[in-house]
């Protein structure tokens, strides 16, 4: 089985650029979820993707958005890069929806740097 | 309002002592409710979860929680700690209104040190 895998493992922008991560979700899993993690804090929900449509978004602007592919694998595209978005990417899946009560597995993650 | 507190940014323990993270959280809903330990350098991992049967819960490497809905809390516990678990802890909520999608919010984390 194998687990979560994100792309590239690390990166570096300037400012007003745009930027696309990729994740493959676990063998099996229907749902894809990305958060953002910056230094010394907890990752904050940036969307959630089931079945290829938008399920839930968390408080970040338009200019993050999103894909959701037939294999279930995922894309985060940000773009007008900002000095703060500098930040480690997490994608995280699940097998059924991202119900309430479904672990998610997550991958290694992104580190971008915007200089 | 949802929202999840980790009150001890830091906790450092001696190899071979009782650990204990606190978590406070609370929840307009029946939340469900995780640990996750992120070590350096690599993904999150689920500890354990609660979500609505057992009020104490049993994760993997010797850790448990204890669901407690009066003083909204759940806090990490483990026996006897060992090097290996130095790591950062996250407490996290997910709560779900009707057919919408979850909504998960992750705590600001605790830093656990071992002291040999």
């Known amino acids: 089985e194998t687990g979560v895998t994100q792309s590239p493992t690390h990166l570096i922008k300037t400012r007003g650029q745009q930027v696309t991560l990729r994740c493959s979700s676990q063998s099996g899993h229907n749902t894809v979820s990305w958060y953002q993690q910056a230094l010394g804090q907890g990752p904050q929900f940036i969307f959630q993707?089931?079945?290829?449509?938008?399920?839930g978004r968390g408080n970040f602007p338009p200019r993050f958005s999103g894909l959701q592919f037939p294999n279930y694998s995922s894309e985060l595209n940000v773009n007008a890069l900002e000095l703060d978005d500098s930040a480690l990417y997490l994608c995280a899946s699940s097998p059924e929806g991202g119900g309430r009560q479904e672990t998610q597995y997550f991958g290694p993650g992104t580190r971008l740097l915007v200089l | 309002a949802q929202s999840v507190t980790q009150l001890d940014s830091h906790v450092s323990v001696s190899e071979g002592t009782p650990v204990l993270l606190r978590c406070n959280y609370s929840s307009s809903y029946s939340p469900s409710l995780f640990w996750y330990v992120q070590h350096p350098n690599k993904g999150l991992q689920l500890l354990l979860k609660?979500?609505?049967?057992?009020?104490l819960v049993k994760g993997i490497n010797g850790f448990e929680a204890e669901f407690k809905k009066s003083e909204t809390s759940f806090h990490l516990t483990k026996p006897s700690a060992h090097m290996s678990d130095a790591a950062e802890y996250f407490c996290v909520v997910s709560e779900q209104k009707y057919s919408s999608a979850s909504k998960i919010i992750f705590g600001s984390g605790t830093r656990l040190s071992i002291r040999p």
């Open positions: 609660y979500t609505s049967a057992a009020t």
């Open positions: 993707y089931y079945r290829e449509e938008e399920n």
